[in-house]
């Protein structure tokens, strides 16, 4: 049969997985016994793994990774005949496997509670799911020609591969590993009031860094509630079909700076390496592994990564009191805190809000979300919220908006 997993070139790691593997047997193989087993087993796999048989079998392709598709998502790089052959053969086979007639395959297995009808949509959520299922959709039953291949090959330059492309934001664990974020609904761009100047350089260094252009590191500095970590957030997702991606991590976790930057470097995506609300103690010495990338130490050979840091303070040091003037530990730990704010090329100031900026934001928000009070007193309510919140924000005219929606819910 030519349309054998074992056939596969590029993704030839499909047919290591358990769940293609029986997704295979149930509509190829012609023993009865054995299609019931690879039925149920299916079946329980896609239970446990939490997603639909098309959403599984993309997500393979997405973070496939070998020196084959290295060469191919290369935007300088030029298809040879032998790529072609390759991209062909398995375009045949998966647009096979997807467009399988699944109904025929099942009629006559013990399917009386129809497990598989719900697990095989072709829908999904997933934005770079979709985006290849709208490739092999335009396949269907068509041959393979090079312009098919062409067009494959622009998708995943676009969309990028390897581990890193299925999810747009990970996280260190505190065994630090690095997990997706599997649902990453960060503020919307357009949603983050104010503050535009701040934004528009944001956006211009972000619009740089993806396009492979010089770029800068980012220190955004203000009070806490402003807006600096929902606009690094939301940056994110504003570029994510250009390949850029999120890692947070915490000031505790620097120390893994090296080996991270390392299992970056060889990527063909762009990553924002994201460190909210940093600050050091006197004590602390977790800075210097920060700094020497930032200030073009040995680690600093990639440019497939930039620093997006926030601080509620300028040079990225807590109050410290000495009883003893002139203490030469602390005057060094403060000139090195303040050499490595100077480090950062793009400095963003998040100012607190004036009372009339807050109440405009609160309005904006109210439009945005389509509720009706009456203006005067929305503006009475907003003041004494935010006393009662303790400042005035992005973050806190976000909090009185909820609450009005929880005050319109209870009329």
Excluded at 123 to 148: E, G
Aim: aromatic share 12%; hydrophobic share 35%; proline share 1%.
């Amino acid at each position: 049969m030519s349309h054998q997993l074992k056939n596969l070139v590029i993704y030839s790691k499909l047919e290591k997985d358990s769940i293609v593997y029986n997704y295979y047997n149930l509509i190829s193989k012609e023993d009865y016994n054995e299609r019931q087993k690879s039925y149920f087993n299916l079946v329980k796999d896609l239970v446990q793994c939490g997603k639909t048989l098309m959403e599984h079998i993309m997500l393979l392709m997405i973070e496939a990774e070998n020196h084959i598709i290295s060469k191919l998502i290369d935007e300088n790089y030029q298809l040879t005949e032998f790529d072609y052959a390759c991209i062909k053969n398995d375009l045949m086979i998966i647009n096979w496997l997807i467009h399988y007639d699944v109904d025929q395959a099942i009629h006559d297995i013990d399917n009386q509670h129809g497990l598989l009808t719900f697990l095989l949509s072709k829908t999904s959520q997933h934005s770079q799911v979709n985006c290849y299922l709208d490739f092999f959709k335009t396949v269907r039953d068509k041959p393979i020609f090079h312009q098919q291949c062409d067009d494959f090959v622009v998708m995943i330059r676009s969309q990028g591969t390897g581990r890193f492309s299925s999810h747009v934001a990970y996280y260190l664990t505190t065994n630090n590993t690095i997990m997706p974020v599997e649902k990453y609904q960060p503020l919307k761009w357009s949603h983050i009031y104010d503050y535009d100047i701040q934004k528009e350089r944001l956006k211009k260094n972000t619009e740089a860094f993806v396009k492979s252009k010089f770029y800068h590191h980012a220190l955004l500095v203000g009070a806490s509630g402003t807006g600096k970590s929902s606009s690094i957030k939301a940056i994110v997702d504003l570029y994510k079909d250009k390949r850029l991606r999120l890692i947070q991590l915490h000031k505790g976790q620097l120390s893994q700076l090296p080996s991270l930057i390392e299992e970056l470097k060889t990527s063909n995506l762009k990553f924002i390496i994201f460190i909210d609300d940093l600050s050091f103690e006197v004590n602390e010495d977790e800075y210097k592994f920060l700094k020497s990338f930032i200030e073009g130490g040995v680690l600093n050979e990639t440019n497939n990564v930039a620093f997006y840091v926030t601080s509620n303070r300028r040079h990225l040091i807590k109050e410290i009191r000495s009883d003893r003037e002139g203490d030469i530990h602390l005057q060094d730990f403060i000139q090195e805190m303040t050499s490595l704010s100077d480090r950062f090329g793009l400095y963003l100031t998040f100012e607190s809000l004036t009372q009339k900026a807050y109440l405009e934001m609160v309005f904006k928000m109210i439009q945005e979300e389509k509720l009706e009070y009456d203006r005067k007193w929305v503006e009475g309510e907003a003041k004494k919220w935010s006393i009662r919140q303790g400042g005035m924000s992005g973050r806190v005219a976000n909090q009185f908006v909820k609450q009005l929606h929880m005050i319109g819910e209870d009329l």
